[in-house]
């Protein structure tokens, strides 16, 4: 065994092998990116090539705390798991439903569930499982997190209510996918991925940020997130997309791009595109309000003409969720995330701002009560506005839904904690109407799935 190990090796030999070694490391890392960049060159020795080269990827994030779990639970110590109510009860006198979007830790896996508010019931509940939906999908995109493709850690981000009672869903850079009743898939897009909201317009289409990679010989000489609004119908086929690289740019706007003399590949950060349902003294029907994270700003696009209407950064930081509450007034929720060397942090405390067009002044009516109930989410979270005042609040990442009535006051909470003591994260919930809920509920009580 010595003369093995210990044995002489020709010079020749070990040339070879060392060359050999080099052609290899060349054609799996080619293999590779041809895989990244969409290519089925490499056929089934490419995918294997991919997997095993996201290995250390996965490893990395398994190391990790579990990132569907709220690190700081402990703030909710004393409040109890899922619903409660400081009058003991619900309020009555509200209509319509909430799509509550959550990862459920009992389950290990992420449910959507139609709460009727009406009377506090789940008329419904999707179990989206991703292992499905995305078996045999390879993605297409550099941006898609292999773990965000698996049944315990995918989220169903901000899904969308059909009037079939079926879903359009996404996690946060991933195909969007149709989903039916029952969860099942019915159809979906791989390329571009998207993130963030979906938003109906007047005509029935959905508006949802896309993240398209610019190519190198586009000028760009790495990797650049070419954040894009994609308008598409319920069935899944792209309508229309507009670049917001390019709009920015034509707008002279590209200081945009390049906030500082670093690179930067994703300095826009578009997280919500709100269409204008309505013409107004301020906009027009067809219009979209677009939110952009990275620099703190909110627009007015109009996609008639391809041109910026309004645009302010501020006072809103690291914003999420722009809603139109009349003709000349929208609500933005303001993350007010710093970063002052130590990572991210909400500073004090979310909130609430209304932006009046009429008067050009924005307010935070809901301050007091997002500082005396300790309101954060550093990232994502969204603030919706419903009949008779209430103001439904989601902090996304903190895992808890708030109910605040009109005069300003908390008057129920949902804290998604499951039984291992962990409190999981939301994937952004809306509230729906009663004249556009009430028919699919009483469809959707009518359909039976196997869970």
Excluded at 107 to 112: E, G, K, L, P
Excluded at 206 to 226: G, T, Y
Excluded at 402 to 409: A, C, D, H, M, W
Aim: net charge negative; charged share 25%.
């Amino acid at each position: 065994m010595s003369k093995l190990i210990f044995g002489r090796v020709e010079a020749w030999l070990l040339w070879l092998v060392v060359l050999l070694g080099l052609f290899g490391m060349v054609a799996f890392g080619g293999l590779v990116l041809l895989i990244e960049r969409g290519s089925g060159f490499g056929g089934a020795a490419g995918r294997a090539a991919h997997e095993l080269a996201a290995i250390p990827l996965t490893l990395r994030e398994l190391s990790r705390p579990d990132r569907r779990t709220y690190a700081f639970a402990s703030r909710f110590d004393g409040i109890p798991s899922g619903w409660s109510f400081a009058a003991g009860t619900p309020p009555k006198g509200l209509a319509g439903y909430l799509l509550v979007s959550r990862l459920d830790g009992d389950r290990q896996r992420h449910a959507v569930e139609l709460l009727d508010l009406s009377d506090w019931t789940i008329r419904h509940t999707w179990l989206p499982d991703a292992d499905r939906l995305l078996e045999g999908v390879t993605p297409l995109s550099p941006l898609v997190e292999n773990t965000n493709m698996s049944r315990a850690y995918y989220r169903a981000i901000h899904p969308f209510l059909l009037d079939t009672g079926g879903l359009v869903i996404k996690d946060q850079y991933s195909p969007a996918i149709g989903i039916d009743a029952c969860a099942r898939r019915d159809w979906f897009l791989n390329e571009p991925v998207f993130s963030h909201s979906a938003e109906m317009d007047a005509n029935g289409d959905l508006w949802m940020p896309a993240h398209p990679v610019v190519a190198p010989e586009l000028r760009w000489k790495k990797q650049f997130r070419d954040d894009s609004l994609v308008r598409l119908s319920p069935d899944g086929k792209i309508l229309e997309t507009i670049s917001m690289r390019e709009v920015v740019i034509n707008a002279g706007k590209s200081y945009l791009l390049f906030p500082t003399t670093v690179f930067d590949d994703d300095p826009l950060h578009v997280n919500d595109i709100q269409p204008v349902l309505a013409d107004g003294p301020h906009w027009k029907k067809g219009d979209l309000f677009v939110s952009m994270r990275g620099p703190s700003l909110v627009l007015l696009y109009r996609p008639s003409t391809g041109k910026i209407i309004w645009m302010q950064a501020g006072p809103w930081l690291k914003q999420h969720d722009i809603d139109i509450l009349d003709d000349h007034r929208i609500s933005i929720f303001s993350n007010n995330t710093t970063d002052y060397g130590n990572g991210p942090r909400v500073d004090g405390h979310s909130d609430v701002m209304i932006h009046d067009f009429d008067t050009g002044e924005t307010t935070t009516p809901w301050s007091k009560v997002f500082a005396d109930n300790d309101v954060e989410t550093t990232f994502e979270g969204l603030a919706d506005t419903l009949p008779g005042g209430y103001l439904f609040v989601e902090e996304a990442n903190s895992g808890r839904l708030l109910l605040i009535s009109p005069s300003g006051e908390l008057v129920g909470q949902y804290i998604n904690r499951a039984g291992d003591g962990q409190v999981y994260r939301m994937g952004w919930s809306r509230y729906i109407a009663a004249q556009y809920g009430d028919p699919i509920a009483e469809r959707l009580e009518k359909v039976h799935c196997d869970e």
